[in-house]
């Protein structure tokens, strides 16, 4: 079972950037395609990105692509999340999630989870 801890969040104006980072203990983070997903307040838990094993393949919602950028580090067991261009919008705690099947856009398809990190991005 592997185990995910979200770091990175915090307060930022509108067009500012942030990194995420969500760093994996207890199995190698290779064996497991990632994903991050958020959720505002009132709101489903919603699909950002995802990344195969290899990192090879990644997959974004639309309402981020172009602004945001998912990438792994097999060898660091780390995946991160750069986002640029933040608007009011992003504004959401942001999960990292772990798979033992293929990246998907779908949340149930994540076994593990992280606790979250804040990320508030103000006009």
Known sequence: QVQLIESGGGL???GGSLRLSCAASGRTLSSYAMGWFRQA???????VAAISWTGGTTYYADSVK????????????????????????????????????????????????????????SS
């Open 12 to 14: 930022v104006q509108a």
């Open 66 to 121: 172009g602004r945001f950028t998912i990438s792994r580090d097999n060898a660091k067991n780390m995946v991160y999340l750069q986002m640029n261009s933040l608007e009011p919008e992003d504004t959401a705690v942001y999960y990292c999630a772990g798979t033992r099947s293929n990246a998907s856009s779908r949340k149930s398809m994540y076994n593990y989870w992280g606790q979250g990190t804040q990320v508030t991005v």
């Open 41 to 47: 307040p009132g709101k489903e838990r919603e699909f």
